[in-house]
């Protein structure tokens, strides 16, 4: 099954106005799921990920419930139809 | 939050191009510099050091640097004075992955010569070169300066470790000069090849060798018209002259209550006149005696002048950050600054009488101000701005 991104706000530009984006195929990692939104929306992923690949210290990715900060990372494994949503973290000044 | 666009610009306009911590304004008003219009905040919660206005080749292109602390720092730029701006998909400037950096802020943007139109330049943050040839579309790291075997032991000054002056020299395209704090000041004689540190004279208080070949914390360059070999400079503490395209460098402050500070600006056609904002101690930086003052010397920094009609001269507690000083093209000069408590003062005689112009903006980072030439508002740039897809916005990017 597909996996579904929430795109923040701020990002909706680089998503052709969604909201939501499924990628296609079965990513089984995180990291595989961003590279397949990358090939159809880069300019959302290379927001949310530096030119490194390291996800930016102020966003938050939640796999289902799950902040992968605190887990595998973009090792984080997927289950199957879940959603992943972007979120900008509570900083600034 | 969407930025109402300036009502016109018509050519011999002035604009000021003010970045700041929560985004940037663009002021305008004709050349009697009387009244001024404001458009911003564009880019409502990015901080923006860096501004440039590209007048070559018929263009009226502002470029900004808006970072966000979540998305990043981009480059982006705009062909009708701020209507719209153009973001591409993919960042214009980013390190290479061999690099192993990540790009923090985009810290100063310099355009090449006249003879060298779509020639750009970046500084960023952590310290490094970047160098458009196509006007802008594509960017790439200055290798020869990244390679450098002083980068490693820079230092990061408060600000981070920035790069954060560039200046070309129109007479030798081939010259470059940066400065980056903390490191000093850096020449190169092949256009960007190869580096050679250019601090001989300027004193490091605040490190163990007084005099090293690196590690200096220059805060602002300036190169008057003119003079293809004169510099002057506001270290950390000091002020400097060189008259030998940087190969030395000799104290030049004399008169001024403070030698800190940083902010510089030269006058648009007498090389003799530079413009500083000196500051008490490099751990108050506020304006001494709480007497906010601009500095003027007329004869190449032999001696300066206090310049404060009209600015406040008591219990002034503002700091005039490195790129928040400028002048225009005018005749008389224009001269402009803004503060970190968000107030923005402009002088329409040389800086003998001033008045704010904006009150109560964000921190002030960067202040340029720019007279537009050359059919405003009809013609295209010759080069488009951005490659692949491109994010058009009409409000805050």
Redesign the interface.
């Known amino acids: 099954m597909p996996v579904r991104f929430l795109v923040p706000g701020?990002?909706r530009?680089?998503a052709g106005g969604r909201t939501h984006v499924e990628v296609a195929g079965s990513p089984r990692t995180l990291g595989e799921a961003l590279r397949a939104l990358e090939e159809a929306f880069?300019?959302v992923v290379?927001?949310?990920l530096?030119?490194?690949g390291?996800v930016?210290p102020?966003?938050n990715l939640f796999v289902g419930e799950d902040c992968v900060r605190f887990g595998d990372g973009l090792a984080t494994p997927l289950p199957e139809g879940c959603e992943i949503a972007i979120l900008?973290?509570v900083?600034?000044g | 939050m969407k930025a109402a666009p300036l009502s016109s610009v018509r050519d011999g306009d002035v604009l000021l191009l003010v970045g700041t911590a929560k985004g940037a304004f663009v002021f305008r008003s004709d050349r009697s510099r009387r009244r001024w219009e404001k458009s911003g905040p564009h880019f409502p919660?990015r901080s923006v050091y860096a501004m440039a206005y590209d007048g070559r080749e018929g263009r009226n292109r502002i470029w900004a640097a808006p970072k966000?602390?979540?998305?990043?720092a981009e480059l982006v730029s705009s062909d009708d004075f701020g209507r719209t701006w153009s973001q591409?998909?993919?960042?214009r400037i980013?390190?290479?992955?061999k690099a192993?950096?990540?790009?923090a802020h985009v810290w100063q943007i310099t355009p090449g010569g006249t003879d060298e139109p779509d020639r750009l330049f970046c500084g960023v943050e952590p310290s490094a070169l970047f160098e458009s040839r196509d006007g802008g579309r594509t960017w790439a790291l200055n290798e020869g300066l990244w390679n450098h075997p002083h980068r490693p032991k820079w230092m990061p000054g408060g600000g981070g470790l920035c790069l954060h002056t560039i200046l070309t020299d129109p007479a030798r395209p081939e010259r470059l000069m940066i400065a980056t704090s903390t490191g000093g000041v850096y020449r190169s004689d092949d256009g960007g090849s190869t580096w050679q540190a250019r601090n001989r004279g300027i004193k490091a208080y605040f490190l163990k060798d007084k005099e090293p070949e690196f590690g200096q914390c220059v805060h602002k360059i300036v190169h008057p018209s003119g003079k293809p070999d004169r510099f002057f400079l506001q270290h950390h503490f000091g002020l400097y002259r060189s008259d030998d395209a940087g190969d030395s460098w000799r104290a030049a402050a004399r008169g001024v209550p403070s030698d800190f500070g940083f902010a510089m600006a030269t006058h648009p056609r007498d090389a003799d006149t530079v413009y500083i904002v000196p500051l008490q101690s490099d751990e108050f930086r506020c304006p001494p005696e709480g007497k906010l003052r601009v500095y003027r010397t007329r004869d190449g920094a032999r001696s300066w002048k206090p310049l404060s009609r009209g600015l406040p001269q008591k219990d002034s507690f503002d700091t005039i950050l490195r790129d928040g000083l400028a002048t225009d093209r005018d005749d008389p000069a224009g001269v402009y600054f803004g503060t970190r408590n968000g107030w923005l003062y402009a002088s329409r005689d040389e800086g003998e009488t001033w008045s704010a112009i904006a009150e109560n903006l964000p921190q002030i980072a960067c202040v340029r101000a720019v007279t537009v030439a050359g059919r405003a508002r009809a013609r295209r740039p010759r080069s488009a701005a951005a490659p692949r897809?491109t994010?058009r916005?009409r409000k805050a990017a």
């Open positions: 701020p990002l530009d680089f880069p300019g290379r927001r949310v530096d030119e490194q390291e930016r102020h966003v900008p973290a900083s600034g | 919660g966000s602390l979540h998305w990043g591409p998909e993919t960042p980013s390190f290479p992955e192993g950096a990540t790009l897809r994010v916005r």
